[in-house]
């Protein structure tokens, strides 16, 4: 398991196993956010499972599902909630990492500048660069 910090508050990985989650609380985390609907792949247990999971290990946890590429102004509000609700720092993942990492993008326009956010993500191996424009608080 393979989590990446996009900054000191917030981690996003791939697809987590049940027993991934004991790693991310021995590591300090505080939370974790599903951002992958159940059934998407033969790869995922069920989110129940997780937040069973998470549960008995003391961490919160959140089920954000966001179908890969389309991230509706509700969805970015729900992950924005869940940043500003859960306590840190807070591991959020799906299938890559990918549509995690859009969201925490999407949910900081306006919060961070354009430059910032697509910078912090290169800085964890995710090229963001597409969604400039959208980012400046206004495009979403």
Known sequence: MSYIPLTDDIAVA?????????AIAAAGYKAVIN????GEGPDQPPQ???AARAA???????YVPVISGQ?????????R????????????F???GTRSSVLWALANAGRMSENDIIATAARAGYDLSALRGRLDGHGH
């Open 14 to 22: 791939p697809q987590l196993r049940l027993e991934d989650l004991d």
């Open 35 to 38: 951002n992958r609907p159940d």
């Open 48 to 50: 129940e499972a997780i």
């Open 56 to 62: 008995e290990l003391g961490l919160e946890y959140r």
């Open 71 to 79: 991230f509706a102004p509700e969805d970015v509000a729900a992950f």
């Open 81 to 92: 909630a869940a940043l500003d609700e859960l306590a840190g720092p807070v591991v959020a």
């Open 94 to 96: 799906c299938r890559s």
